[in-house]
């Protein structure tokens, strides 16, 4: 669905070859540009938009909803259109395909290994036409770079890094106090450069189940 400023925008001609380069060769819709040929599914978006996307979620709501479709019905074009929708409030998302190899729905240590491998912040679009840095580290990563950009400028690095902790500290609230507490200290172990925790803790939010022995 395209908004009244996109209508506007001119495509530049690469970013236009690599979205008919993808509708015609996979037929699959291009992680950009779905927009530009995307109709009759304003009212469903905009259920999902206000319904759960300004507010019942960012006030810390969940939900879930199916979508049923046949092969080639236009499911993945419809949870690309609430991906980008979703981004406009500034959410992570994560798009996965379930199968009974890869990411059996019944096992669900391996259905959260495929989510956290594949979460994405905002990307613009010639990031999700060339490939782009996905996963939980990339958005941890680029949730410090974003910070670290706001405040380096105004402070002296002692009080960045108070700065910067005081931020860790705030993030949440989560249910799971591990989870905050990783999400934390990686945040930290970012700003005061420990390499090898941030590995570790990575290696956990992963799913990877680091040796017991090496967590404090």
Not at 28 to 52: A, R, S
Not at 125 to 131: H, I, K, N, R, V
Request: hydrophobic share 35%; aromatic share 12%.
């Amino acid at each position: 669905m395209v908004n009244e400023a996109e209508k506007n925008i001119e495509i530049e001609p690469h970013l236009a070859k690599k979205i008919i380069e993808s509708v015609g060769g996979s037929g699959n819709p291009p992680e950009y540009g779905f927009q530009y040929f995307t109709v009759g599914l304003d009212d469903y978006l905009k259920t999902i938009d206000e319904e759960y996307l300004k507010s019942f979620i960012k006030e810390g709501g969940s939900t879930f909803k199916m979508v049923v479709g046949i092969y080639g019905g236009g499911k993945t074009h419809f949870l690309y259109c609430i991906r980008e929708n979703a981004w406009k409030y500034n959410y992570i998302t994560s798009y996965i395909e379930l199968s009974p190899e890869q990411t059996p729905f019944h096992k669900l240590d391996m259905v959260y290994r495929a989510i956290a491998a594949n979460l994405i912040y905002t990307q613009t679009p010639d990031e999700l036409l060339s490939g782009y840095e996905r996963g939980i580290e990339a958005v941890i990563k680029a949730l410090y770079n974003r910070k670290y950009m706001e405040i380096s400028d105004k402070l002296s690095p002692d009080v960045v890094l108070q700065e910067l902790n005081r931020y860790a500290s705030s993030i949440g609230p989560y249910e799971s106090t591990s989870f905050r507490n990783a999400i934390k200290e990686s945040l930290l172990s970012l700003a005061e450069k420990r390499d090898d925790d941030f590995t570790l803790i990575m290696q956990w939010l992963k799913g990877e189940n680091p040796p017991k022995s090496m967590l404090k």
